[in-house]
């Protein structure tokens, strides 16, 4: 940062209440009102009027010996700006920089403080700075810009704004090997070295330093001068998102707490929506977890439907990138209970399908729209698992969520099974009809031998889902033993096992209804853990116990000889 001192005398000016005087002996014969502030000054034996074009105007009816009164409360930049310029005229020393210059310069236009009036006059001397100095640093630059947002009628009239945008622009656009300016750079991992080469997105973090507007200027200049790669406008969108924007990943913000008025939060809502509209349309220009951080954002602020919608689709787009962390966002509703935002993830799952199912209506089993699909299958199920645990998640939102996938979507259902029981071990008190609600979404004939093992033995489960898991596990099994020709085709397979799955239904159906007949006391858990103790294969320990009995006839036991002789007790 540079400066410039003008003037040798010391201060002389002192604050007395809402009065600002300057110590002297002579009188002062001029009093200038400025909002709540009384300046007592001197018009002639000090050279403030001949300086000023302004006051010489409104002081020219009054004689020597008059005091005068003038108010000035419409000058630029009020009674602090005021006093640079009399500082000045009084010779006192004055320090000038980019934090100080617009309203100075604003000031000295008012009050007419040009060459014409006098020569070396303070416009002149402010001029020669901002161009030799001012706009020739790059951060001098930026701070100068960023202080126009208080005048910026002002700035933009006197062509402050449009020579410092042109002025940072021109830096940004200069080859990274031409850079020899201080610049700020603060990502995680980097570490300035002398010999170090400067990085593409090295102006990012400096530029977000600027109020929204002046910032939209700036990237509108940068992307209509050149092409810039849309991942570096995409960079810079996600510095300031992350300097300005409340952060909604850790927790459930605190709505009635008031630690956001509605006046910042209005401001954070004008903010995400310029950058949700500066979002190049490029796809990956933006990460799919900037996106959806954005989205949970914006379900915080209230933003419009307009933006959401925009940022489901976008998100809609690239979910296939998206990774399990990417997801975990807790819900910013109050009234909901749950801690996860479940609906957002459904919202950019539905866009997605959408498009899915535009462009692959009959996909094939090895093409890019079908890895496609599976990869977000495993994403879910794995979201699915992780929101189970979740002790206030409704069921009918983990539900929805998972039938929403097409069947196409899961080549194995081990992780749709996972989640199931996470839930049901996390939710002791669900009721039968919600479990068999969850469990009727899982196909027995697409889980793993591992998995089909885990649920013969999982008292959580149902004991309809148990029977038909013990049924297809011994289908399975008998089809490998009898050695099946491979060259049996699908259309042949389909009808045997639709109808296999058919008859092991009205099994189930008639079975239970006769135990809740016959065995009024005997519970559908107890049950279940009988046909556990008869059907478990290939216990080694069990059958030393049961010497006895026929352990090889109770291994290849069909069901139905299982709920026979569970009948005949």
Known sequence: MKFMKIGTKPDTFYTEEATRTVISDIPSDLTIRINNVCFLLHKLQIPLVPKCGLLQRLCSDADDSDIVTIDLHDV????DAFELCAKFCYGITINLGAHNFVPAFCAAKFLRMTESIEKGNFVLKLEAFFNSCILEGWKDSIVALQTTIKLPEWSENLGIIRRCIDSIVEKILTPTSKVSWSYTYTRPGYIKKQHQSVPKDWWTEDVSDLDIDLFRCIITAVRSTYIPPPQLIGEALHVYACRWLPDTTKSRPLHSSGSQTEESREKSRRILESIVSMIPSDRGSVSIGFLLKLLSIANYLGASPVTKTELIRKAGLQFEEATLNDMLFPSQLPTDQHFYDIDLVAAVLESYLVLWRRQSPLPTENSHMVRSIRKIGKLIDSYLQVVARDVNMPISKLVSLAEALPDVAREDHDGLYKAINIYLKEHPDVSKADKKRMCRMLDCQKLSP????????????????????????????????????????????????????????????????????????????????????????????????????????????????????????
């Open 76 to 79: 630029p930049g009020g009674e």
């Open 450 to 569: 591992e998995v089909r093992a885990h649920a013969v033995k999982n008292e959580r489960l149902p004991l309809r889902t148990v029977v038909q898991v013990l049924f297809f596990d011994q289908e399975s099994g008998s089809r490998s033993t009898t050695h099946k020709p491979e060259s049996i085709t699908r259309a042949r397979q389909a009808p045997i096992e639709a109808e296999a799955k058919e008859e092991c239904d009205k099994k189930v159906q008639h079975e239970v209804t006769k135990s809740s007949s016959r065995v009024t006391e005997t519970s559908e858990r107890e049950i279940q853990k009988r046909m556990e103790a008869k059907m478990v294969r290939g216990d080694s320990e069990k059958g030393k116990e049961r010497k006895g009995e026929t352990n090889s006839t109770a291994k290849m036991m069909e069901p139905k000889q299982v709920f026979q002789r569970r009948s005949s007790r």
